[in-house]
């Protein structure tokens, strides 16, 4: 599982639900992409905090997941 930190939120990928629907990389285009079958993080430090949430919580089947920084799960 591939996580990065951006402020405060502590975001991870699970490679092994994505199926790559790209509603992530629709709503953050600036954060993540499409790479083969699974979605990858490009800068997510340029997006928001609510709009990486938001992008995050948009994947169809929970493959994004976040933490905040007392570490309870904001998504799914």
């Known amino acids: 599982m ?3 930190q951006v402020g405060d939120l502590r ?4 490679a092994s639900l994505c199926v790559a629907f790209g509603d992530c990389v629709t709503a953050a285009p600036e ?3 499409v790479t083969g079958e699974t ?3 490009v800068e997510p430090e340029r997006a928001t905090r ?3 949430i938001g992008a995050c919580d948009a994947c169809p ?3 994004l997941l976040v ?3 007392a570490g309870t799960q904001l998504v799914p």
Request: net charge negative.
């Open 2 to 4: 591939e996580s990065r």
């Open 67 to 69: 933490w905040d920084a």
């Open 39 to 41: 979605v990858t993080f």
């Open 11 to 14: 975001i991870a990928i699970d």
């Open 31 to 33: 954060a993540f992409a």
């Open 50 to 52: 609510e709009r990486l």
């Open 61 to 63: 089947v929970d493959a």
